[in-house]
Nanobody, 120 residues
Framework: VQLVESGGGSVQAGGSLNLSCAAS????????MGWFRQAPGKGREFVGT????????FYADSVKGRFTISRNNAKNTVSLQMNSLKPEDTAVYYC??????????????WGQGTQVTVSS
């Protein structure tokens, strides 16, 4: 599975962005899809994940209620809708394919990342 993120950019605090992740390969629907982020000087942080069917999701406490993950298995895409953005959301965002969970080690396929910058 190859993953390509898009939709990053710069936004003011309180604004919204929608990140997309396009997957190649016929096995996309076999995998849970996670979103992670990494801020400068910090480790990779779990953001949220969605099960292979889209029927289950869970999120990090830091984004719960503000971010929403959805997927379209017919189009091999997964999205991260980010609302009420805060400066602390600034990071490179990665999508990943793997097992349903918050541990980055459970995801075997990663995109190249897309930068999100939130200014105050």
């Amino acid at each position: 599975v190859q993953l390509v993120e898009s939709g990053g950019g710069s936004v003011q605090a309180g604004g919204s962005l929608n990140l997309s992740c396009a997957a190649s390969g016929s096995t996309f629907s076999y995998y849970a899809m996670g979103w992670f982020r990494q801020a400068p000087g910090k480790g990779r942080e779990f953001v949220g994940t969605i099960s292979w069917s889209g029927g289950s999701t869970f999120y990090a406490d830091s984004v719960k209620g503000r971010f929403t993950i959805s997927r379209n298995n017919a189009k091999n895409t997964v999205s991260l809708q980010m609302n009420s953005l805060k400066p602390e959301d600034t990071a490179v965002y990665y999508c990943a394919a793997g097992a349903y969970g918050a541990d980055a080690a459970e995801y075997g396929y990663w995109g190249q990342g897309t930068q999100v910058t939130v200014s105050s």
